[in-house]
């Protein structure tokens, strides 16, 4: 219908401008045109692109009640049981799918994975990287070399870093996972050059900045260990890993009073940790030893 031709080029260009108006004239027309599914298709994409997953899969299934023949609307719905991290309705749907491309394939992966179906999960990977032709990024590479380094499975770990790096590059993310790889394999010199290269590709986060100064720390490079783990307790002050590593240090050291005012610290901002606790009790005992042996 014309109409209904016009509605949707009006969609068109209202749903990045003015979404609530988008969507309150295509309810207005599913009303008056209940049938048609291309308005019904049209609200669900706007449910689906402002992250309301489940008014998106409410739509999606009326439409498959009266056209089941929609694998990229089982597609949809299977990415938003995805994202509402409900794994197993995900693969529901991605199973029912007859046609393969990699976008379904890397999803239906990363839902086994999360269901613990590692080895079909893997499986799955390697299918998507046969067809080569078809990948546009490395993050199948590192998913897969994600997997493997979840099953200690180092050298395929390092052998799909390289690959994603000879296809796509130098990336922050292949270095900091070969930096993990390493530092698993105790090679703490690899490690600590892994994460050099990940820190100049702007890779920051809580847990690299911990686990980078772990490999300075090894290396003899405690300055700027200590460095690292100040900056991953000011990332994330709620975090007790960044507290617990950097005490471990300084006790390593001798700072005993460095300790105790990172101990200190870290009972004002995180709930109570076995862990912390027992080094907070350790550092008490140095404390009282220091004291007596500058008193005798």
């Not at 300075?216 to 200590?226: D, M, R, V």
């Not at 550092?283 to 009282?288: G, K, Q």
């Amino acid at each position: 219908m014309d109409k209904v031709k016009n509605i949707l080029w009006q969609i068109k260009y209202l749903k990045n401008n003015n979404w609530l108006k988008a969507r309150k004239i295509l309810l207005e027309s599913i009303d008056e045109f209940p049938e048609d599914l291309n308005l019904k298709k049209a609200l669900a994409d706007i449910y689906l692109s402002k992250h309301l997953f489940k008014k998106a899969v409410h739509v999606y299934q009326q439409i498959l009640m009266h056209d089941p023949d929609q694998p990229m609307v089982r597609f949809h719905v299977g990415n938003c049981f995805l994202s509402l991290k409900e794994f197993k309705l995900a693969l529901n749907y991605y199973d029912q799918i007859k046609e393969v491309f990699p976008e379904l394939l890397y999803n239906k992966s990363f839902a086994l994975s999360k269901v613990n179906r590692i080895d079909e999960a893997i499986n799955v990977l390697e299918k998507l990287l046969s067809v080569r032709s078809n990948i546009r990024s490395e993050l199948p590479y590192i998913f897969l070399a994600e997997l493997h380094y979840t099953r200690r499975e180092f050298d395929k770990t390092i052998l799909y870093l390289k690959k994603a790096e000879n296809a796509f590059g130098k990336k922050g993310s292949i270095f900091y996972l070969r930096g993990l790889t390493y530092f698993n394999l105790e090679n703490w010199l690899k490690a600590y050059l892994e994460f050099e290269s990940a820190a100049k590709l702007r890779v920051n986060t809580p847990h690299f900045l911990k686990n980078h100064g772990l490999a300075c720390e090894k290396i003899g490079k405690t300055s700027q260990a200590i460095d690292l783990m100040l900056k991953s307790i000011k990332k994330a002050p709620l975090d007790p890993g960044g507290y617990i590593e950097l005490i471990k240090i300084y006790l390593v050291h001798d700072r005993v009073m460095e300790a105790y005012s990172i101990a200190q610290h870290a009972k004002k901002n995180i709930p109570f940790s076995i862990t912390l606790s027992m080094l907070y009790d350790q550092i008490l005992r140095d404390v009282d030893k220091d004291f007596y042996l500058k008193k005798d």
